[in-house]
């Protein structure tokens, strides 16, 4: 699995967007971009995930860059609920593999 | 989306016992789960891929005699920390792979070891 890096925290104010880079730079053809958070004390959180597009659901949305070596996770209103570690991981959507996660980026999110 | 638990959520024991965890895919079959360990204030490290049928593939480092894997159906994976020690309490995960190839991820069970 390509590496991704990461700031290790991040603060954002209850009701803001929560804009939450990821690098990828060595990122290949065929892997996806996938983010997962953990809030505390429970397992990882499926969140999204993309090729090249940019995709959004009821979480949030995923902008990847025309290159594909950074994305971005953004929360649209950000509640107290969503204070977590966020993980950007990049893999083959076929692999059917284990992920590798990083370090992730704490977000707090604060009234 | 499709739910994993895993029981129990905490356990205590004692040093030099053993402690079994389960994890359940409770609406797929399963037949590949995966075994995570937490430490605090760390990421998640993968112990061990575990195939419905066959032997578990651990990770450089893991000790498959310690950290003991069956999957004997497609639903249900454990894990049994044999010999429990201080240094192994931390934040067991597990995660299911559910077709295509999707993962979903367990509430995870805290072992601290006394």
């Known amino acids: 699995d390509a590496k991704t890096t990461q700031p290790p925290s991040m603060d954002c104010a209850e009701g803001r967007a929560a804009n939450l880079p990821c690098n990828h730079s060595t990122i290949s053809g065929n892997e996806y971009v996938y983010w997962y958070r953990q809030i505390h004390s429970q397992g990882p959180q499926y969140i999204i995930h993309?090729?090249?597009n940019n995709e959004t659901n009821e979480m949030a949305s995923l902008i990847i860059t025309e290159d594909r070596k950074s994305s971005t996770l953004i929360l649209p209103h950000a509640t107290l609920r969503d204070t977590a570690v966020y993980y950007c991981?990049?893999?083959?959507?076929?692999?059917?593999?284990?992920?590798?996660f990083g370090g992730g980026t704490r977000l707090m999110v604060k009234p | 989306g499709a739910v994993v638990s895993q029981h129990p959520s905490w356990v205590i024991c004692k040093s030099g016992t053993s402690v079994k965890i389960e994890c359940r895919s409770l609406?797929?079959?399963?037949?590949?789960m995966f075994w995570y360990r937490q430490f605090p204030k760390q990421s998640l490290m993968l112990m061990a891929t575990?195939?419905?049928?066959?032997?578990?593939?651990?990770e450089q480092g893991v000790e498959k005699d310690k950290f003991l894997i069956n999957h004997a159906s497609l639903t249900l994976s454990t894990l049994t920390v044999t010999s429990a020690h201080p240094e192994d309490s931390s934040f067991y995960i597990c995660?299911?792979?559910?077709?295509?190839?999707?993962?979903?991820f367990g509430p995870g069970t805290r072992l601290t070891v006394l």
């Open positions: 995660s299911a792979r559910a077709p295509p190839n999707e993962q979903f």
């Open positions: 609406d797929f079959q399963a037949t590949t």
């Open positions: 575990s195939n419905e049928g066959s032997k578990a593939t651990y």
């Open positions: 993309g090729l090249k």
């Open positions: 991981i990049v893999r083959p959507d076929n692999a059917g593999n284990m992920l590798t």
